[in-house]
């Protein structure tokens, strides 16, 4: 009987196994909502987070503009039906325990995009004005959602504060502690390693998609041409040089067998002409 427990459980965790060799868990890391961090803070606490940071951001209109969003509905249709599509990929980890919501800063002057803890999701128009179709921005706004689906920013506080100081500061409603969580969250510049994983995240989530996998690596490849990649625009702020972030997409889409995707320009263009 013990005997055939243990056989049980042999299979068990084989039948596991097998399953974390998938060949999306060997080309970009295993999924499974952020390792450690994922067994300390929870989802809601992430969302918290992400809302302290949504109340400094709306408190703030000169350098967070927010588009207006019945003003702007059309605008605001084309970027919700691209977030919809990556989610929908079945692929991201916490896709009904998030909020993603996306909001438009009218700044044509930012090459960004970024999304909060939890899943506030914020795009620049000189983002969307730069790109050139609907896969680029699928792109980005997959790696934007990968920091937030690998708790990468939940991370880095955790390893700042320790968990039980973290854990208070959310539960305690201490809003000038809240504000200081925020405006870090706001400044934090992502590790190397989370970039490249962000970067990998977004051809995962964008291979079972209509999009072109590479959607991210198009934007970079711009960046390097137009000759913007010095580490002037937001996005590349953090250190992984283009080239190789480029170099680690096209890795990640062949090692998955992406296929060749769309890229929806005519669509792209009327998204462009919708807003201000
Ligand atoms: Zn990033």
Redesign the pocket.
Known sequence: MKKLLYSALIIMSLASCSKDSSPEDKCTGKTGGGGLVNLLVSPSDDIAMGQATVNSIDSNKTEYPILDSTQYNVAYGHINRITKNILNSGEVYYKDKFVWRVRIIKRDDILNAFCTPGGFIYVYTGLIKYLDNETQLAGVLG?EIA?ADRRHSANQMVKQYGISTLLSIISGGNQSQLATLSAQLLLLK?SRED?TE?DKFSVRYLKPTEYDGRGAKYFFEKLIATGQSGGTPAFLS?HPDPGDRVANITQTWECLGSKVGLTFDTRYAQFKTSLP
Do not use: R
């Open positions: 790696h920091h992502y970039e962000a953090t």
